[in-house]
């Protein structure tokens, strides 16, 4: 008598990232601990876990770029895929964080066999391709006071699906001036703002609140007066 079939396993995209096995790996970090290094080989994705990490381009003349920032749920050094031999960034942990390595040819036969897993890691890609251009008009027209709270906003998760988390880790200024593109100085005059405005609170960590929402939505261009229309 032949035996009956084995039904195969259904698949669960949150299970897999949150199970070690065939080629995935899991490490915690510390605050400031690199995960990767710019010139470091490029063979692996990293998912976040628990945490949140900081992405950094340096320049041949030594000068430091934050180019993005990712948090829980976020997968970062996908370059591999699409043959980038080599990082083109540092990323190092900001908070203590837990990342799970998937090597690259564990997650090219994930991608490949199992459809739940290849349509979620392209909703996050195309989400994040959506962020990125986002940030490209947000550098070209908003203000730097702007910009600093989208930044903030962004941290406590303002905008991704699930409940924000007001309280996010402390940042420096001088990391939250590479972010927004500005200087140490304007960070700190826009932050005593915020605070004053009961937008955020720090003492140790930092809590934003959704009020801080109001800059960006509500932030008024400046109106410029046509001369001629003065005559």
Excluded at 52 to 71: F, H, I, P
Excluded at 120 to 135: G, H, I, K, Q, T
Aim: aromatic share 8%; charged share 25%; with cysteine.
């Amino acid at each position: 008598m032949a035996k009956a079939k084995t039904k195969k396993q259904t698949f669960d995209v949150k299970t897999f990232l949150g199970t070690v096995n065939g080629g995935r790996t899991v490490t915690a970090y510390r605050k400031n601990a690199k995960i990767f290094s710019q010139g470091d080989p490029a063979d692996a994705v990293f998912y976040v876990q628990e945490g949140q990490v900081k992405v950094c381009v340096v320049s041949e003349l030594g000068k430091e770029a934050v180019v993005a920032l990712q948090g829980k749920g976020d997968f970062f050094g996908e370059g591999c895929l699409t043959g980038q031999p080599l990082r083109l960034a540092t990323v190092a942990a900001m908070t203590d964080s837990v990342i799970m390595r998937l090597d690259k040819a564990s997650i090219i036969k994930v991608l490949h066999d199992e459809p739940k897993f290849s349509e979620a890691f392209m909703a996050y890609l195309l989400a994040r391709n959506a962020r990125v251009e986002e940030d490209l008009v947000d550098q070209l027209f908003n203000s730097s006071e702007k910009r600093l709270a989208r930044v903030l906003l962004l941290m406590a998760n303002f905008g991704k699906e699930g409940k924000p988390e007001p309280t996010i880790a402390k940042v420096s200024q001088e990391t939250l001036a590479q972010i927004v593109g500005t200087t140490r100085s304007q960070v700190s005059t826009f932050m005593n703002k915020f605070r004053q405005l009961g937008f955020i609170h720090y003492n140790g960590d930092l809590q934003v609140h959704n009020s801080l929402l109001n800059v960006v939505l509500h932030d008024k261009p400046e109106i410029r007066r046509d001369p001629d229309a003065e005559k």
